[in-house]
């Protein structure tokens, strides 16, 4: 082969192609910068420091680089390792907040999550004052002074939970106090605590929940039976403790004493299996219990229409916090007085409609 009446070898002809197609010096598209591949490499054999700088050159000189979100992610892991929690716990929200779709996110939540719990968040705190009931699906938690301030994640019934473990990840990033405030109701029926093996289906949600890091659960007044309308185990245990044919539409005095008794002790039995249950995983938690308001000022008759026992349940979990639930405001100093007398140590919570949980004065 000729080329201008000279021969040209078929390789060089190739070559001459390439260079051509490939003008000398240009870099493959899928090569690693050199910054970010020393870094790697640094990362790799254990020099943080050289690391650290090089990352951080890379992201200084690269913005909108496709493999950015690959160095924030490298950064945050670096100074995690390195010991620098609070400034690693930053790069990961960062890099959260920048890149909440990218296949690291989850394990950079999961590390951001733990750092905040164990490090940046770990010194003793005041008690919380104020508790705000949140859906699990909510993507943040701007609740305020997180100091003071927790999030009660209400999962409601058949609850996804991912989701609910991704919200105490996301609220623990910010340094928000969780409580988890369970159904105990499940799909088309109500909670029985007559019911043992509905009891148990609880009480393995509870030993389930408590390894998460959590501050403790919210127990509503689902966990009462009220004597106007009781569900099926409990109306058959009613039914054949007076040897009756069925449930009756009222009782004498001493029967339906005896039998609010029963359903209060019942209740309780049943917060005692979940205290102990979650005490066997991860012992010290709070436990928030409703209460109606009448519990508190008018417990008599509190234990004969629901069965409400504000005793009974504090056997049942002596480091309770009630939660004293009304449809509007009421007299809180004189709630927080009778407490006291009934010798309930916890600094209770006012639980108005619609409004946060708030501790008494």
């Known amino acids: ?27 493959p598209p899928n090569e690693t910068p050199p910054l970010l591949h020393e870094a790697r490499a ?19 000189s690269a913005p909108g680089h496709p493999l950015l979100a690959e160095a924030q992610l490298l950064l945050a892991r670096v100074r995690e390792r390195s010991g620098a929690w609070a ?10 907040s920048n890149y909440p779709t990218h296949a690291g996110a989850a394990d950079a939540l999961a590390r951001a999550a733990a750092l905040a719990r164990r490090h940046v968040f770990a010194g003793e705190r005041p008690p919380v004052a104020r508790w705000r009931v949140i859906a699990p699906d909510r993507s943040a938690f ?6 003071r301030v927790g999030a009660v994640l209400a999962p409601g019934v058949n609850p996804k939970w991912d989701e609910v473990a991704r919200a105490i990840d996301l609220a623990a990033v910010d340094g928000v106090r969780i409580a988890l405030r369970l159904s105990l109701a499940e799909p088309g029926r109500p909670f029985d605590p007559f019911d043992d093996a509905a009891v148990g289906r609880a009480e393995a ?9 959590i501050e403790g659960f919210l127990i509503d007044r689902d966990l009462y039976v009220a004597a106007a309308a009781p569900p099926p185990a409990a109306q058959g245990v009613m039914a054949s403790l007076f040897g009756l044919g069925s449930f009756p539409a009222a009782l004498s005095e001493p029967r339906a004493w005896a039998w609010a008794g029963m359903r209060a002790r019942a209740s309780a039995r049943a917060l005692g299996r979940f205290v102990r249950a979650v005490d066997a995983v991860q012992p010290g938690r709070t436990w928030i219990v409703a209460v109606s308001e009448a ?4 417990p008599a008759g509190a234990v004969l229409d629901r069965g409400e026992d504000l005793a009974e349940l504090r056997e049942a979990a002596p480091g309770l916090v009630p939660a004293i639930v009304a449809a509007a405001p009421f007299d809180l100093t004189a709630a927080a007085a009778r407490l ?3 010798g309930v140590r916890a600094r209770p919570l006012a639980w108005v409609a619609g409004q946060d949980l708030v501790a008494l004065p």
Do not use: H, K, N
């Not at 080329?3 to 870099?27: D, K, N, Q």
């Not at 400034?87 to 959260?96: D, K």
């Open 1 to 27: 082969m000729s080329l201008s009446g000279r021969f040209v070898p078929p390789l060089l002809m190739l070559l001459a192609a390439c260079a051509i197609v490939a003008p000398r010096g240009a870099a």
């Open 42 to 60: 640094a990362y790799e054999r254990g020099d943080d420091a050289v690391s650290i700088v090089r990352v951080e050159a890379f992201i200084a």
């Open 87 to 96: 400034t690693a716990w930053e790069q990961y929200r960062l890099f959260l």
């Open 142 to 147: 701007p609740i305020g002074d997180g100091a």
């Open 205 to 213: 949600a509870y030993r389930a929940a408590a390894a998460w890091p």
């Open 295 to 298: 519990a508190v000022m008018r």
């Open 340 to 342: 006291a007398e009934a």
